[in-house]
């Protein structure tokens, strides 16, 4: 079955470090890979994401996330984490039905908490 | 401002009530999802909708009945519902290009925080 996990349902980080929140996935095919952000009270919102190229894309807000297809990982990284950076993370993949429309399956999520 | 308005913000009713949500996307997209997402619960997709059509049903109870009247508009009607459904309910779009690449990400309104009394 193709799936998305975040192994980590919470993952905490001191201001000024660096961060990693984790996600590995399981397609068949070639996968189309999607960070998203969500703040309280608010939708998901679009970080970056990994269609073919570059294994290292960057995204919004100085984030960045590392393709690896050995290990089927999609890491989403930052070199210097700020406070405003506290939210859920949200790892998703796009596969396509064969019916030839396409579905996104959703990791269950990682809260960041960023201390001062 | 993601392109994706929701409403109404915030929502309570009784059990025996009947309520709509709505959803507006003016991204130009031709497909629309309903989301709910439950505290400590994986975000869980309940409709989709293709060129208007619905192709994705997830056994969702009947209690919910999504409407798809155009590609820039997406209800979701709710009647006789239960406390287990008090979730906020996320829409979403896309553009699926059946033919193309289809490396867009969707794009979410901020929700509709439902509560059942």
């Known amino acids: 079955a193709q799936s998305v996990a975040q192994p980590e349902d919470q993952v905490n980080v001191a201001e000024g470090n660096p961060l990693t929140v984790k996600c590995t996935y399981s397609v068949s095919g070639n996968p189309y890979l999607f960070w998203y952000v969500q703040y309280p009270n608010r939708g998901l919102q679009f970080l970056l994401k990994y269609i073919t190229g570059d294994n290292l894309v960057k995204g919004s807000y100085g984030f960045e996330a590392e393709f690896n297809k050995s290990q089927t990982s999609f890491h989403l990284k930052k070199p210097s984490a700020l406070v405003s950076d506290s939210a859920l993370y949200f790892c998703?993949?796009?596969?396509?039905?064969?019916?030839?429309?396409?579905?996104?399956?959703f990791g269950t999520g990682t809260r960041l908490k960023v201390l001062a | 401002e993601t392109g994706v308005t929701q409403t109404p913000r915030h929502l309570v009713m009784g059990m025996t009530n009947k309520k709509s949500l709505k959803c507006e996307q003016h991204?130009?997209?031709?497909?629309m999802y309903w989301y709910k997402q439950s505290a400590k619960k994986p975000l869980e997709l309940m409709f989709v909708?293709?060129?208007?059509?619905?192709?994705e049903n997830n056994s969702v109870p009947s209690r919910f009945s999504p409407e798809c009247p155009n590609s820039s508009h997406l209800f979701l009607h709710l009647h006789t519902l239960q406390p287990e459904d008090s979730a906020l309910y996320l829409c979403?779009?896309?553009?699926?290009?059946?033919?193309?690449?289809?490396?867009?990400?969707?794009?979410f309104g901020d929700g509709t925080r439902l509560s059942i009394l």
């Open positions: 979403a779009s896309s553009q699926d290009n059946q033919g193309g690449a289809g490396n867009q990400p969707q794009h």
């Open positions: 909708y293709s060129l208007e059509e619905r192709v």
């Open positions: 998703a993949v796009r596969v396509r039905r064969t019916s030839g429309t396409y579905k996104y399956i």
């Open positions: 991204l130009g997209h031709n497909a």
